[in-house]
Antibody
Framework: EVQLVESGGGLVQPGGSLRLSCVAS????????MSWVRQAPGKGLEWVSG????????YYADSVKGRFTISRDNSKSTLYLQLNSLRVEDTAVYYC??????????????WGQGTLVSVSS | EIVLTQSPGTLSLSPGESATLSCRAS???????VAWYQQKPGQAPRPLIY???SRATGIPDRFSGSGSGTDFTLTISRLEPEDFAVYHC?????????FGQGTKLEIK
């Protein structure tokens, strides 16, 4: 059974940092790209960042470029998102998802339950 | 960046009726790489449709998707009580993989 379990969320002040983790199980982790998608309270979904299975390629939304860094440790089947220079508008539930860059299908077919990041003074 | 616009924002229908949800892209989506997700309060999104028209694993055939280019549609026939939720479309044809703002399907 595929499982994605996020952790690392919490309350942080503006300008602060957090590192989110997503532990994957039930599939061959390095065969899949992974992404982070967030949802601000009462709002829609926003794709944040993605990374290829071999870690060579990373992708970012303009809203987080230069502040967030995605990475993965395939030996630990774990995805990370380093959040720096946090802003109030980064407050959201952050979901980890599995997808593919090659082959089919390429959509986000599995999602974790999310971890809440709250940025407030 | 491709901007997705979903309509209507809210759709009020009764169980047994059919729902038609629209997702319009600001430019053509390559390979019709559009997915639809269902989300209920406090839950993660659940994949419904990918590649514009293929149903995800375990999704009943009451859910169907269609479209190409810039116009995509999710149709839900014979609405069941558990279908009332928020529906999101996403394009994954070009980075960044953008989402629409969502359509809320509520019980009339």
């Amino acid at each position: 059974e595929v499982q994605l379990v996020e952790s690392g969320g919490g309350l942080v002040q503006p300008g602060g940092s957090l590192r989110l983790s997503c532990v994957a199980s039930g599939f061959t982790f390095n065969n899949y790209a992974m992404s982070w998608v967030r949802q601000a309270p009462g709002k829609g979904l926003e794709w944040v960042s993605g990374i290829s299975g071999d870690t060579r390629n990373t992708y970012y939304a303009d809203s987080v470029k230069g502040r967030f860094t995605i990475s993965r440790d395939n030996s630990k089947s774990t995805l990370y998102l380093q959040l720096n220079s946090l802003r109030v508008e980064d407050t959201a539930v952050y979901y980890c998802t599995r997808y593919r860059l090659f082959g089919e299908p390429r959509y986000s077919d599995f999602w974790g339950q999310g971890t809440l990041v709250s940025v407030s003074s | 960046e491709i901007v997705l616009t979903q309509s209507p924002g809210t759709l009020s229908l009764s169980p047994g009726e059919s729902a038609t949800l629209s997702c319009r892209a600001s430019q053509s989506v390559s390979n019709s790489y559009v997915a639809w997700y269902q989300q209920k309060p406090g839950q993660a999104p659940r994949p419904l449709i990918y590649g514009a028209s293929s149903r995800a694993t375990g999704i009943p055939d009451r859910f169907s998707g269609s479209g190409s280019g810039t116009d995509f549609t999710l149709t839900i026939s014979r609405l069941e009580p558990e279908d009332f939720a928020v529906y999101h479309c996403q394009q994954y044809g070009s980075s960044p993989y953008s989402f629409g703002q969502g359509t809320k399907l509520e019980i009339k």
